[in-house]
């Protein structure tokens, strides 16, 4: 099996570092300056830290410094047996406890499907640990549970999450074939060219670590069995939504809906990009990223 860590990425000043956070050991790629302000990247399903490789070197040159994990139940970090461990309050704790080990109280935070829902409930549970808030391709918490209820079309896309209930059996097509199912998810979600064969290369490698699939399916059932709601809805950072409308998986109209829900939000919409928009289109993304994590506080905001 080969290396899954920083060295991946050709980045002067880029490593792999260990924080032991909320009581689990997590792998965490380090860039940048560590004075520079700082920005957690967070991946989602089926991911890992490599996800972020367009926008680690473009956030450093932009004058940040990054810290980006591989979340629990993931690729280099700890993974946990238990689903308890994989509640959301657990999640997003090991956020808070991973800015505080990077020795700042607060960091910008970006996050892509998972990650965005974590992203999302720590700008909730934990509003003092979040300076400016990055959601791609994920729904806030209350329109997403609203359309499961409501929308039959949003809960046909979303038949996976309930499937991936089943005991056993979701482990063993992801995993089948040296982990080809999990490939087959990321390729079959995303428009042609959003990975190369050497990106293929590195996220099967990622998933045929010992109890990597286990772990990440973890997440979905700890959704359903675990609800751990947060203890707010409205989102006071500042916050980008940046949306794929070609996700098979959530409907365009969740990201206007999501928006409502900040007190300061803005959308960016890619019409033909999949749910790996930050993939297809890195330069867009990047740039609608940056000058958003750059944006001057309005006046009276308290930002």
Known sequence: MTATDATLLELPSIESVRRTVNGVDLHVVRAGDPADPLVVLLHGFPDFWYGWRHQIPALVDAGFSVAVPDQRGYNLSEKPRGLDAYRMRELSRDVVELVAAEDRDRAHVIGHDWGAAVAWDLALRHPETVDRLGIINVPHPTVMRR???????????????????????????LGRDDARGM?????????????????????????????????????????????????????????????????VALLPKLATESVGYCTDGRLERVPWAS?????????????????????EPESGSGD
């Open 147 to 173: 359309a499961l209820r409501s929308n039959p079309r949003q809960l046909f896309r979303s038949w996976y999450m309930f499937a991936f209930q089943l005991p056993r059996v979701p482990e063993l097509f």
């Open 183 to 247: 490939l087959d998810v990321l390729e079959e979600s995303a428009n042609p060219g959003a990975f190369t064969d050497e990106d293929l290369k590195h996220y099967r490698d990622a998933w045929r670590r010992q109890g990597a699939v286990r772990g990440a399916v973890n997440w979905y059932r700890a959704l359903i069995r675990r609800p751990d709601r947060p203890p707010r809805e409205t989102v006071d950072a500042p916050t980008l939504v940046v949306w794929g409308d070609e996700d």
């Open 275 to 295: 749910h790996w928009v930050h993939d297809e289109e890195p330069d867009r993304v990047n740039d609608a990223l940056i000058a958003h994590l750059k944006a």
